[in-house]
């Protein structure tokens, strides 16, 4: 089974160091790692680069079509995706792919934390999307999630139904795809598979309203997702 990881990467200098380093580490040592540079203006690229990532360049800024285009361009029977301000631990890779070895599951996922003083609403969020997915309506987290190749194609990945890529800030382009990959096969959450991602996106003001704005759309997609629309 051949694995591809994706990162989507916007002026990431700062951060992206840390996460390749931790993909350096990873006890499945065998993959395609590619970093897709989203129109960024700083060295993003050039430390991508670095660390012996294939790097993709896109002039149009956004994480839904980022993504979107490092898994075209994936070359892993298994597509798996972090954000390039996520640490992930160095057997991430090994746990979050072997469920595959089972034809039925499409798709894995595990846990994700911000730091201490961040620890409730990480288990506000995690548990709510365990919650979810028990009800069959469930979604992925983008900071830690794979997928199979196949099932990716079979959905048109982050795709709406209009074949619109999802916009907006917070884009919830993995809802969107872990929604949709119910449809063909299990999701599977992976015990105690923690990955530490940066907790900048609550630091203001400002980007806590985009998640509050953010939350019709959300709410909007789990309903599809109930009554058969996606």
């Not at 700083?42 to 680069?49: F, K, L």
């Amino acid at each position: 089974m051949r694995v591809s990881v994706v990162v989507p990467a916007r002026n990431e200098e700062r951060f992206l160091p840390a996460c390749l380093e931790a993909l350096r580490r990873q006890t499945l040592g065998d993959f395609e790692l590619i970093v897709v540079d989203s129109a960024s203006s700083d060295r993003t690229g050039e430390i991508a680069r670095a660390f012996g990532a294939r790097v993709i360049r896109l002039e149009k800024p956004g994480v839904s079509r980022a993504r979107q285009a490092g898994f075209e361009a994936a070359k892993g029977d298994v597509i798996a995706s972090t954000d390039a301000d996520t640490i992930v631990p160095p057997d991430w890779l090994e746990r979050l792919t072997a469920p595959f070895s089972k034809p039925e599951v499409v798709g894995t996922y595990g846990d994700v934390v911000y730091g201490d003083e961040f620890k409730a609403l990480a288990w506000s969020f995690n548990n709510g999307r365990r919650f979810f997915n028990l009800l069959g309506v469930g979604g992925l987290p983008g900071q830690n999630f794979a997928v199979r190749r196949s099932a990716f194609e079979a959905v048109n990945g982050f795709y709406t139904p209009k074949g619109n890529l999802v916009y907006g800030y917070p884009e919830h382009e993995d809802l969107w795809l872990g929604l949709k990959l119910r449809r063909l096969g299990r999701l599977v959450a992976v015990p105690k598979l923690c990955v530490l991602s940066s907790h900048r996106r609550f630091s203001s003001p400002k980007t806590v309203l985009y998640y509050f704005r953010g939350a019709p759309r959300v709410i909007r997609m789990l309903w599809w997702s109930a009554i058969g629309r996606l």
